[in-house]
C-alpha cells in the first residue's frame, strides 16, 4: 500500500476543471473533486427507499477517480457535437487508469473502491442508479447556477433539455429540478 502515491494521484481531481464548462467558457469552473463533493453530499441528503446510503455516498466519491489519470473527457454520447471519444473506448481508459490507481491501495480497499467505481459504470444497481440519478441533478443545478451568475459564454440550456431531465427516473427528484427551474433558480 502506497498512501502517498495514491493520494498524489487523486488529489489531482482538484485541478482538473469539468470539461464541459470549459468549453462553455465558464470563467473558474468547478473542479472534479469539488462535483464529487457535492454528488456525495446530495447522496446523504436526498433519501430513496431500498438504497444503502452509505454505498451511495461512497461511489458518489469513487465514481471520477479516474479522471485523475486520463482527465474529463467527453464521450461522443454525451455531446454528439464536440465528444472526443466513444463512451466504450472512454470506460476502457477509465477502467485502466482505476486499475492503477488501486494498485496503491491495499487489497480490501482496493477491491472496494474498484468494485463501487465498476457498479457505477454498469448502472445495474440500485445505488448505481440512484447515483447516476443524482450525478445528472447535480450537473444540472451547477448549469443553473453558473446561469443565474451569468458566468458562461456559450448557453447553457443544453445542460437542463430534454435529454438531461429523462435521465432522472425517479419522480420526485425530477419535480424537484422542475420547480427550481420554473422558479428560475
Known amino acids: 500500500m502506497d498512501i502517498v502515491k495514491f493520494y498524489r494521484t487523486v488529489r489531482k481531481l482538484k485541478e482538473i476543471e469539468r470539461s464541459g464548462w470549459v468549453e462553455r467558457g465558464v470563467e473558474r469552473a468547478e473542479s472534479v473533486s469539488d462535483h464529487s463533493f457535492m454528488l456525495a453530499l446530495l447522496c446523504m441528503i436526498i433519501s430513496k427507499q431500498g438504497i444503502d446510503k452509505e454505498k451511495a455516498i461512497k461511489m458518489a466519491l469513487v465514481h ?26 472512454k470506460i476502457k481508459m477509465e477502467e485502466k487508469a482505476m486499475q492503477k490507481i488501486v494498485s496503491y491501495l491495499s487489497k480490501v480497499e482496493s477491491e472496494e473502491v474498484f468494485k463501487l467505481w465498476k457498479e457505477f459504470e454498469q448502472g445495474k444497481l440500485p445505488e448505481a442508479k440512484f447515483v447516476k440519478e443524482l450525478d445528472n441533478v447535480e450537473m444540472i443545478l451547477q448549469a443553473l447556477d453558473y446561469h443565474s451568475k451569468g458566468n458562461y459564454k456559450k448557453p447553457l440550456e443544453p445542460f437542463w433539455d430534454e435529454r438531461n431531465m429523462n435521465k432522472i427516473k425517479d419522480n420526485n427528484i425530477k419535480r424537484l429540478i422542475e420547480e427550481i427551474i420554473d422558479k428560475g433558480w
Open 64 to 89: 471520477d477517480l479516474a479522471e485523475s489519470e486520463i482527465g474529463d473527457i467527453i464521450s461522443k454520447e454525451n455531446w454528439p457535437k464536440g465528444g472526443i471519444m466513444s463512451n466504450s473506448e
